[in-house]
């Protein structure tokens, strides 16, 4: 593909689209390629875009990779912290929700991938997996924590450790997404998440009942 035909296809298309046309392709290669053998021209021609288009919207790979992993959990995160700063009533069926809204973006988006790329990026990029923590871990993990303290104080929930509690609440969702992610494509059957969740959750707010 010559840089002309590349410049015709970007000038047709919507400048609009053109970031998460640019994050689909930097996932596509950072997950086939690893994070350092993948070239911001790389993901360019992946793309359709040109070699200087990319650097308009993404400085370097690092901004890619941020973008990539705020477009996939950021705005979740935020909805879930508005959710747990404004309960009213029972606690456990915003709890059902939230998980459910995580077997959602696990089944229908690419974070399974993301969170492979951050678990297998992390050692040879320690800002891969700090970003990630940072950014996701240590925001969506206290939220549930404040929101499982809640149904303790009101007596709707027995006496657990809240940090040890979420943990629990959120491991069979992140086995989920690593086994899409990693094995699935090996050839072990998939499941749906959603029913998992279903069911996790029902056990998991049965075992808090006072």
Not at 92 to 97: I, S
Not at 99 to 113: F, K
Not at 119 to 136: K, M, T
Request: glycine fraction near 6%.
């Amino acid at each position: 593909m010559t840089d002309q035909s590349v410049t015709k296809r970007t000038r047709q298309r919507r400048p609009d689209t053109r970031p998460s046309e640019i994050l689909a392709a930097a996932l596509a290669l950072f997950s086939e390629k690893g994070f350092a053998a993948a070239r911001m021209e790389d993901v360019a021609a992946r793309a359709g875009v040109s070699k200087g288009a990319i650097y308009l919207y993404f400085p370097d790979k690092s901004a890619l990779l941020k973008s990539i992993v705020h477009q996939a959990i950021g705005e979740q995160i935020a909805v879930a912290a508005r959710m747990a700063d404004h309960i009213e009533g029972p606690v456990a069926p915003v709890m059902a929700q939230l998980a459910g809204m995580l077997a959602h973006r696990i089944e229908t988006t690419d974070l399974p991938s993301i969170i492979k790329l951050v678990i297998g990026e992390s050692r040879a990029h320690p800002e891969i997996g700090q970003y990630y923590l940072d950014n996701v871990v240590k925001l969506a993990l206290p939220l549930l924590e404040r929101l499982l303290s809640h149904g303790i104080a009101t007596g709707e929930f027995r006496a657990v450790d809240p940090n040890l509690t979420v943990k629990c609440m959120i491991g069979p969702l992140m086995l989920s997404a690593l086994w899409h992610a990693v094995f699935v494509p090996l050839g072990a059957a998939p499941y749906s998440v959603a029913a998992l969740a279903d069911q996790h959750m029902d056990i998991f707010l049965r075992g808090l009942r006072p």
